[in-house]
């Protein structure tokens, strides 16, 4: 069964740091692009990130260029966000989301992980 | 930025009843639509690809068409379990947008 699960995600003041890690099983991780998409409290769906599955292709929303960084561990098996400067705004359910094997562009978003929460608050 | 509006935001229908939503893109986007499924407090699901292509698994009830700027996603009898929030995803430019979602009640 394709799973994915993400962790790391809580409290931070603004201005401060927080790392989200997503763990994947069920599928040869390697061959998929993966994607971080993000949820404001009883808002819509916002695509932050995307990393090919060797890394050579990234690519960021505006909205968090210059302060987040994917990145991925294939022998982890696992994807990554640093996420730094958080503001106010980027308080949301954070999801990671597998892409299309073997693609170099964003295809869709299938399957999703549960998410996790990220409140930026002083 | 690609824009997707849907409409309606939110639609109230019966047990048995047919439901569409629309998706108008701002500018062609060929096929590249995809059709998600959000139930309350649960991450989306995929239900439809590339604009018409029903995802392995899900009920034929479910269906999608158009292409270019025009879309639409169709239940042709609602059931109880289709009470969620629906949302539309252009990937035919970056970065990929999403609509603002069908929020579909029971009557």
């Known amino acids: 069964e394709v799973q994915l699960v993400e962790s790391g995600g809580g409290l931070v003041k603004p201005g401060g740091s927080l790392r989200l890690s997503c763990a994947a099983s069920g599928f040869t991780f390697s061959s998929y692009s993966m994607n971080w998409v993000r949820q404001a409290p009883g808002k819509g769906l916002e695509w932050v990130s995307s990393i090919s599955s060797s890394s050579s292709y990234i690519y960021y929303a505006d909205s968090v260029k210059g302060r987040f960084t994917i990145s991925r561990d294939n022998a982890k098996n696992s994807l990554y966000l640093q996420m730094n400067s958080l503001r106010a705004e980027d308080t949301a359910v954070y999801y990671c989301?597998?892409?299309?094997?073997?693609?170099?562009?964003?295809?869709?978003?299938?399957?999703w992980g549960q998410g996790t929460l990220v409140t930026v608050s002083s | 930025d690609i824009q997707m509006t849907q409409s309606p935001s939110s639609l109230s229908a019966s047990v048995g009843d047919r439901v569409t939503i629309t998706c108008q893109a701002s500018?062609?986007?060929?096929?590249?639509l995809n059709w998600y499924q959000q139930k309350p407090g649960k991450a989306p699901k995929l239900l439809i690809y590339d604009a018409s292509n029903l995802e392995t698994g899900v009920p034929s009830r479910f269906s999608g068409s158009g292409s270019g700027t025009d879309f639409t996603f169709t239940i042709s009898s609602l059931q109880p379990e289709d009470i969620a929030t629906y949302y539309c995803q252009q990937y035919d430019n970056l970065p990929p947008t999403f609509g603002q979602g069908t929020k579909l009640e029971i009557k």
């Open positions: 500018q062609d986007i060929s096929n590249y």
């Open positions: 989301a597998r892409d299309k094997e073997y693609s170099s562009s964003i295809n869709w978003f299938d399957p």
